[in-house]
Every structure is written in structure tokens, then in C-alpha cells.
């Protein structure tokens, strides 16, 4: 059997979109085991 669990990060950065998610990715992978994917649901730009 599978199991799935789904966990909300929030990640920002002066840089871009793709550093933001970058540096979400990596912390959510020091606390996180097994971490196989991750899926984006929204994007917001504060100007």
C-alpha cells in the first residue's frame, strides 16, 4: 500500500520564481524522508 502525505511550503525570493522553489525544495528536503516530488499549486508576485 502507498502512502502519500502532503505538506505546504512557502518559499520566497528577491531573485525568481525558480530560486524560490528551489530553496523550498531543499529545506523541505532536510526535514522531510523520502521526498520524490513536488507539485506547484499557486504562484503570487508581490511587487
Known amino acids: 500500500m502507498a502512502i502519500a502525505r502532503v505538506t505546504e511550503i512557502i518559499a ?6 525558480n530560486d524560490a522553489m528551489e ?20 504562484q503570487k508576485i508581490v511587487i
Open 12 to 17: 520566497g525570493s528577491p531573485k525568481s520564481f
Open 23 to 42: 530553496k523550498g525544495i531543499a529545506r523541505a528536503n532536510k526535514t522531510l524522508k523520502n521526498l520524490q516530488g513536488a507539485w506547484v499549486q499557486d
